[in-house]
């Protein structure tokens, strides 16, 4: 009896211990103000030549609310665990939740970890870790274009890709994230660190005596990364693949192709991806050097694709203890066949400023412009994008 009574208080202190070691943090966003954009071009279309005036959200940074946990396994093991859904507070129609992210994974101290869910693509990861604009939503990136509509703002995009919808995971320039997706990521080793994924959305076939294949989107990515001092250096790749051969194959004489992504679900392309950026902290300021690459094939056809590719340089400082500044500047190129849209060239800048009353929250202003050569194309595309945003950030 006093054997058993000793084994229940080791056991009892053990799962004290356990339960302990485990932690589970809330975070999020929350983002709200005053958004105005005005978009003019040649087309016919009402969309070209749009103002639009709100209240809005997510300007400087997409509205979020997440749950993260670690729980040590001991040895230098652990296992972690992230669900991540986006917030709209201005919009009361809005559905309840929008998945972000949601995965769960193990780590190993010194080797590295893994992780299999919803998460974000290796491009956007590099792009976040050293975008001077910080991934904001407004115009005037040219690595980093973003929908207007799918964060709070209003107008066309002026961009040869179709404007990617709110959740669903892409922008013009790169698609964010990917679900079904298995990423692992090295420590860093002399400062190099090497992280990769793998995305396997599987098939759905079709209940019929043919049972043909309808859905099946895959891909990779790779991403390496290097520290020395103020200086980091980035590259990175996605190759995403989606293939649907029923119901009807995309005509390539009247369809752009789609956007890949298994949210919004792209027919039978090879999307390609590249990014590469390097930052170097001079102290007074922070630099920023950005390139980005994306040519999106047909597999049905492959003389018929969109591409599109950008560089942007910009700078980063604190002008004062409480007022942050940037500016950037970026130009590129963008082809589409299939619609008889020729080549144009584009240009984009923005600047901005925090006012932080606080670690937590901060007063802002965004002003930023995107511009597209002319062309002959008579699908309504938008040819200049301009956007201005004031409003406060609290962070939690």
Same mark, same amino acid.
């Given at each position: 009896?006093?054997?058993?009574?000793?084994?229940?208080?080791?056991?009892?202190?053990?799962?004290?211990?356990?339960?302990?070691?485990?932690?589970?943090?809330?975070?999020?966003?929350?983002?709200?103000?005053?958004?105005?954009?005005?978009?003019?071009?040649?087309?016919?279309?009402?969309?070209?030549?749009?103002?639009?005036?709100?209240?809005?959200?997510?300007?400087?940074?997409?509205? !979020?609310?997440? /749950?993260? %946990?670690?729980?040590?396994? =001991?040895? *230098?093991?652990?296992?972690?665990? +992230?669900?991540? @859904?986006?917030?709209?507070?201005?919009?009361?129609?809005?559905?309840?939740?929008?998945? !972000?992210?949601? /995965?769960? %994974?193990?780590?190993?101290? =010194?080797? *590295?970890?893994?992780?299999?869910? +919803?998460?974000? @693509?290796?491009?956007?990861?590099?792009?976040?870790?050293?975008?001077?604009?910080?991934?904001?939503?407004?115009?005037?990136?040219?690595?980093?274009?973003?929908?207007?509509?799918?964060?709070?703002?209003?107008?066309?995009?002026?961009?040869?890709?179709?404007?990617?919808?709110?959740?669903?995971?892409?922008?013009?320039?790169?698609?964010?994230?990917?679900?079904?997706?298995?990423?692992?990521?090295?420590?860093?080793?002399?400062?190099?660190?090497?992280?990769?994924?793998?995305?396997?959305?599987?098939?759905?076939?079709?209940?019929?005596?043919?049972?043909?294949?309808?859905?099946?989107?895959?891909?990779?990515?790779?991403?390496?990364?290097?520290?020395?001092?103020?200086?980091?250096?980035?590259?990175?790749?996605?190759?995403?693949?989606?293939?649907?051969?029923?119901?009807?194959?995309?005509?390539?004489?009247?369809?752009?192709?789609?956007?890949?992504?298994?949210?919004?679900?792209?027919?039978?392309?090879?999307?390609?991806?590249?990014?590469?950026?390097?930052?170097?902290?001079?102290?007074?300021?922070?630099?920023?050097?950005?390139?980005?690459?994306?040519?999106?094939?047909?597999?049905?056809?492959?003389?018929?694709?969109?591409?599109?590719?950008?560089?942007?340089?910009?700078?980063?400082?604190?002008?004062?203890?409480?007022?942050?500044?940037?500016?950037?500047?970026?130009?590129?190129?963008?082809?589409?066949?299939?619609?008889?849209?020729?080549?144009?060239?584009?240009?984009?800048?923005?600047?901005?400023?925090?006012?932080?009353?606080?670690?937590?929250?901060?007063?802002?202003?965004?002003?930023?412009?995107?511009?597209?050569?002319?062309?002959?194309?008579?699908?309504?595309?938008?040819?200049?994008?301009?956007?201005?945003?004031?409003?406060?950030?609290?962070?939690?």
């Amino acid at each position: 009896m006093k054997k058993s009574l000793l084994a229940l208080a080791a056991m009892t202190a053990f799962a004290g211990a356990a339960q302990a070691q485990s932690s589970v943090t809330v975070y999020g966003v929350m983002d709200v103000g005053y958004i105005n954009d005005k978009s003019t071009g040649s087309g016919a279309v009402a969309s070209t030549n749009a103002t639009a005036s709100q209240f809005g959200q997510s300007a400087e940074q997409t509205s !979020r609310l997440g /749950f993260k %946990g670690t729980e040590d396994l =001991g040895g *230098g093991k652990s296992a972690f665990f +992230t669900i991540e @859904t986006g917030l709209q507070p201005n919009n009361a129609t809005a559905s309840a939740f929008n998945n !972000r992210q949601s /995965f769960v %994974g193990l780590k190993s101290n =010194g080797l *590295g970890q893994a992780s299999i869910g +919803t998460q974000y @693509t290796t491009v956007f990861q590099a792009l976040a870790a050293s975008d001077v604009g910080q991934t904001n939503n407004m115009p005037g990136s040219a690595v980093y274009p973003v929908n207007p509509n799918g964060n709070g703002n209003s107008g066309a995009a002026p961009f040869a890709y179709s404007a990617a919808t709110a959740g669903s995971g892409t922008s013009d320039g790169m698609t964010v994230r990917v679900s079904n997706t298995l990423q692992a990521q090295s420590d860093s080793f002399a400062g190099f660190t090497l992280g990769g994924m793998y995305v396997q959305n599987g098939s759905t076939t079709t209940p019929s005596t043919t049972g043909a294949t309808t859905n099946n989107y895959t891909g990779w990515g790779l991403k390496l990364d290097y520290t020395w001092n103020k200086l980091y250096v980035v590259l990175a790749n996605n190759a995403l693949r989606s293939y649907n051969p029923s119901p009807a194959v995309v005509s390539v004489a009247t369809s752009s192709p789609a956007i890949w992504g298994p949210a919004s679900g792209g027919s039978n392309t090879q999307d390609n991806q590249q990014y590469a950026a390097a930052t170097y902290d001079f102290g007074i300021l922070k630099a920023y050097l950005q390139y980005v690459n994306r040519k999106d094939t047909s597999t049905v056809d492959t003389s018929y694709f969109a591409k599109r590719s950008a560089q942007q340089i910009g700078v980063r400082s604190y002008i004062t203890p409480t007022i942050e500044g940037w500016a950037n500047w970026g130009n590129g190129k963008e082809t589409a066949f299939g619609q008889s849209q020729p080549s144009a060239n584009f240009t984009a800048w923005q600047a901005g400023l925090n006012y932080y009353l606080s670690k937590r929250t901060n007063l802002y202003g965004i002003y930023g412009a995107n511009n597209l050569s002319s062309s002959s194309s008579t699908t309504g595309l938008a040819l200049n994008n301009t956007g201005f945003a004031v409003g406060v950030r609290h962070t939690f």
